[in-house]
């Protein structure tokens, strides 16, 4: 007998199974603490896993999204959640200049294991500075892979297999 869950809870159990299974791995984002994630993605993970594996971030998608790649070089498996595609504009030095880039400026010396979760596109309630479409920008973007799960079941094992690698994934 098949269960019938939603996209957030399937990513909710993807974080949780990561989490459990590595102690590397850690959230960090706006609001994916204490209030659980804008869209309810990490509610319950501050309660289980503390505010070490769960970190609030401030309003600075630049600064964070520079402190997950620096976590990935130092050996963790950071998830960087930033709240919206739009907000990940803010942060695309870090992603396009800093995380895609270092494995071929190291010559293939540094690898830069972080992943960058990114909800996109047109939901209720965005308004117009919410909703945008960005996937494609990401995805011409050397160095980095880019996934969108199209189905529930995608965006359950997304998150493990991006984890495994040891190159920057954007999950939209």
């Not at 603490?33 to 769960?54: D, H, M, Q």
């Not at 520079?66 to 870090?94: C, H, K, W, Y």
Request: overall charge negative.
């Amino acid at each position: 007998m098949s269960r019938r869950i939603s996209y957030r809870e399937a990513l909710r159990e993807a974080l949780q199974e990561a989490l459990r299974k590595d102690p590397r791995v850690f959230l960090m984002g706006e609001d994916v603490g204490r209030y659980g994630g804008t869209y309810a993605v990490s509610k319950g993970l501050l309660e289980e896993f503390g505010p070490e594996r769960i970190r609030d971030t401030p309003l600075s998608e630049l600064g964070f999204t520079g402190a997950g790649i620096g976590a990935a070089l130092g050996g963790m498996r950071p998830i960087v959640e930033v709240m919206t595609v739009n907000f990940s504009l803010l942060a695309l030095d870090q992603i396009v200049n800093t995380a895609a880039t270092l494995r071929h400026m190291s010559g293939g010396q540094l690898e830069v294991p972080v992943v960058i979760r990114i909800p996109t596109g047109a939901g209720r309630q965005l308004a117009a500075q919410h909703s945008h479409s960005l996937e494609n920008w990401y995805a011409h973007v050397p160095g980095l892979t880019v996934v969108a799960p199209a189905t529930i079941d995608d965006a359950r094992g997304v998150i493990a297999a991006a984890l495994a690698l040891e190159d920057p994934v954007v999950i939209f």
